[in-house]
C-alpha cells in the first residue's frame, strides 16, 4: 500500500495538471447534473414494517384521501379579548374558505354536501358516512370539527353514550357565524384562541413546494388591518432551514488552528481547500442525485459536516508529515511530498475506511432514510479521502519548496527543539500515573454517562422549539385553549376480525363509546366507513402530548388485541398519525441500536487487528470507544433532555432525543475515533519498530502524532460546534453530540487513557500469535517496506 501511494504521490506531484483538471471536470459535471436535476429533498422519515406506516400504507391503498397530511393554524386574539366578534370570525372564516380553496387541501363540507345528496336528509352530521365520498371527509382535522358541528345531531348520532357526554363537557366548541359553523375550525370556552385543523389529500412530502406557502399566506390575511388577530402555522407546515450561518465560525477556527500547526498561510490554507472542494462534489452530487433516491433534508448537512471534518483533518496528516521530513529530514519538497502520501497517506486511507465501514454498518439495519443518510456521508469521506491522495500532492507539487517556510528551516536548523515540550511533559506524567489515569478516566466517563438511563428518544417538535418560535407558540396556545392532545392525535383503522364481517355505523358507534371510555382519552370522533364496509375510520385526542409516556402507553393498548374495546365488537385497531408513527420509529430504532453497536465492537476488533498486528490494541481501542459514546450520549441527554445549560446552546426546552441520533452518532464517531487511534498508535508502533523499546517508544510515538491529533481534534469539534447554533434543532443536537464525543474521544481517551493503558502493557502490547501472524496480511501502514525500498535504491 505505502510503496503504491508512494508511486502516486511522486507522479502527481510531478505532473500535477491533470489530477487538477480531472477533478475540475468531475466538479463541472457535478455542477451540470445539479443544474439539470435540480433539488428534491423532504422531512419524511418512514420506516417501512412498522405499525403505524402499515396502516398508512393501507389508507393510502383503500381511501387515498384519508391517508394525507394533516396541519393546522391557531388564531389568537389580544389578551382579554375574544375571537368570536362579527369582524374576527369573518376575518377567519375568509381565511378558512381560502385555505380550502387549494386543491390539496380537503373540504370536509363541500364533502358533506356531495355525500348529503345521495343520503337521508338527517344523516347529514355523519359527513357523508353513507357513501365512499363520506368516508373520504374524514380527514382527521374535518372529522375532529364535524363530530361537533350541531348539538342536536352530535347527540342522536351518540346516542347519550359517553362521546357524547364527553364532547358536551369539553371547554371548547364548533366556532359559529349566524347560527352556522365555520368548517374545521374550534374556539375556545373563552374565545381567545381558535383552533383550525385540516388535511391533505397527500402527506406534506409529496406536496408542491409553494402549497405550504400559499396556505399560510391565506391564514396570515386575517392580521391585515390592525384586526389584532395573530395566526400561528403549525410545525408541520414550516419549511425549517437546516443550517444557519454558524457552521462558518468553525471554518475560521479551523483556519487559526492550521495557521498555528503548519506555520504558513499556504500550507494552512491547502486543508481548507481540500475540505471544501470534496465537500462541494459529494454534497453537489448527493442533491444531484436526489431527483432518484429518496433523500431527507438533513442528509446532505450530515454529509457536510462529515466532510468538512475528515476533509481538513486528512489534508492537515499529510502537509504536517510531508513538512516534518523537510525539516527534521532535510528532503526535497517533492521527496518529502511523496513519502507523506505514502506513510500518512496509508494512514488515511485506512483512516477513512473505517469511517466508510462503519457508515456502511447501518445498511444492516433496513431503515431506508438512514441507509441515503450512511451513503452519502460515506461518499463524502471517499470522496475527500481520494482527493487527498490525489489532487493534495499536485497541488503540493505547484507550490513546490514554499510549502516550508525559511523560517521553519532555520529554526530547525539552529537546534530548537521540542522535545521537552508540553507533550513530553504531559505524556511523561501520564506515562508514571499510568494506574491512577486509567481509574481516574473510566470513573469520569462513567459518571458522564449517568444520564444514559433516562435517555428518551423521538422527533424534535412544536413542544421543544424555542419560545419565540411561530411553531412553540402555535404549540402552546392549542394546549391552553384545547388540551396537549390536540398536538398529536391519533387516526385510528378498524377492520373486522372475520373475513365475512362489515364494519356499519352502529359497529362503529359502538368502538367509539368504547373508546371513549379508555383512560387517557379525551375525545374521539367517527370519520366513516369505506363502501365495502371493511374499514372504518376513527379519529381520538389523547389529554396528553405527543411525547408523554402516557401518550405512548395509550397507543399500545389501542392496538392490544386483547382489549376491551377490541374484543367487544369483534375488531382490530391500527393506530397512525404524526403521535404513533414518531412512537414506532423510535422503538425500532432503539431495538436497532444493539445490533449495529455489535457489529461496530466487531469491526473494530478486525479492523485494528489488521493495521495494528496486535491483539492489546484493538480490545484497548474497542474499549475507549464505548467509554467515549457512553459519556457522549450521557452529556447530550443532560443537555438536550434534561435542559441543562440550555441558555449557553440557543436553545428555551429540553425533550426527547432524535430518535435516530444514537445509530447516527456512533458510527460517524466509531470512524473518526479510530483516526485518531490510527494516527496516534501508529506512531508509537513506527518508534518501537525502530527500535524505541517499552515506555520509551510510547513516549517518542506521542510527541511525534500527539501535536497534529490535537489540532485536528479541535478543528474537528469546531467544526461541529459551528452546527450547534444552527435553526433546526436536530441539527443542534448532532452537532452537539459529535462535537462532544470527539471531544471525549481525542482529549480524555486517546490523549490519555491510551498512552496510560500502552505503557501498562510496554512491549507486550505489540505481540501476536505466531500461528495469527502468519494468517494477517502485512498491510504496512507505518512504510517499513517502503524505507527499506528508499534506502536499499540510495534514494534520498
Known sequence: MSTFLYKLGKTAYGKPWPFIAGWVVILAVVLALLGVNGIHVSSEMKIEGTESQKVLDQLAKELPAASGGQASIVFTAPKGERLDTA?????????????YKNTYVINPAELARQAAAGAAADTGQANGASDKAGGQAGGQAGGQASGQTDDDAASNAAQNSAAGKAAAALPYGPMMIDGAPVPGVLIAAD??????????????????????DQIIEAAESVQQDGSGITALPSDSLKSKPAIGSTEAVGIVVAAVVLLMTLGSVVA????????????GISVGAAFAFSKFITMTDITPVLALMVGLAVGIDYALFIVNRQRRMIIDQGLSAREAASRAIGTAGSAVFFAGLTVIIALCGMLVIGITFL?????????????????ALTLLPALLGLIGERICSAKARAKKGSGASEKHGFAHAWVKSIVKARWLVVVLV????????IPVADMKMGIPSGATANLDTGARQSYDAIS?????????????????????GKITMETLGAIVQGLQQQEGVAIVSPMGVNEAGDIGIITLIPTTGPNDDATKDLVQALRDA???????????????????????????????????????????????????RSIIVPIKATVGFLLSVLATFGITTAVYQWGWLHSIFGFDTGGPLLSFMPILVTGILYGLAMDYQVFLVSSMRESYVHGRQGTDGVVHGYEQASRVVVAAAVIMVSVFAGFIFAPDIMIKQIGFALAVGILVDAFVVRMALVPAVMAIFGNAAWRLPKWLDRLLPNLDVEGDKLLAQLKAQGER
Not at 374576527?88 to 374558505?97: D, F, G, T
Not at 374565545?191 to 405550504?212: I, K, M, W
Not at 473510566?442 to 454517562?449: E, K, P
Not at 384545547?482 to 373486522?496: C, K, R
Open 371 to 387: 441507509s441515503a443518510m450512511a451513503l452519502v456521508a460515506a461518499a463524502t469521506v471517499l470522496v475527500n479521502v481520494l482527493i
Open 562 to 612: 386483547d382489549s376491551p374495546v377490541a374484543k367487544a365488537s369483534d375488531v382490530k385497531l391500527g393506530v397512525t398519525g404524526f403521535t404513533a408513527i414518531n412512537i414506532d420509529m423510535s422503538a425500532k430504532l432503539a431495538e436497532a441500536f444493539p445490533l449495529y453497536v455489535g457489529i461496530i465492537v466487531i469491526l473494530s476488533l478486525i479492523i485494528l487487528l489488521l493495521v495494528f
Open 480 to 500: 391552553a385553549g384545547f388540551g396537549e392532545g390536540y398536538n398529536g392525535p391519533l387516526l385510528l383503522v378498524a377492520e373486522p376480525r372475520a373475513e365475512s
Open 442 to 449: 473510566i470513573v469520569v466517563l462513567g459518571f458522564a454517562a
Open 87 to 99: 369582524e374576527r370570525a369573518a376575518l377567519i372564516q375568509k381565511a378558512v374558505n381560502d385555505v
Open 191 to 212: 374565545g381567545s384562541v381558535a383552533l383550525f385543523q385540516f388535511q391533505f389529500t397527500v402527506q406534506q412530502t409529496s406536496l408542491p413546494e409553494e402549497v405550504p
Open 268 to 279: 494552512a490554507g491547502l486543508p481548507l481547500l481540500i475540505a471544501i472542494l470534496g465537500v
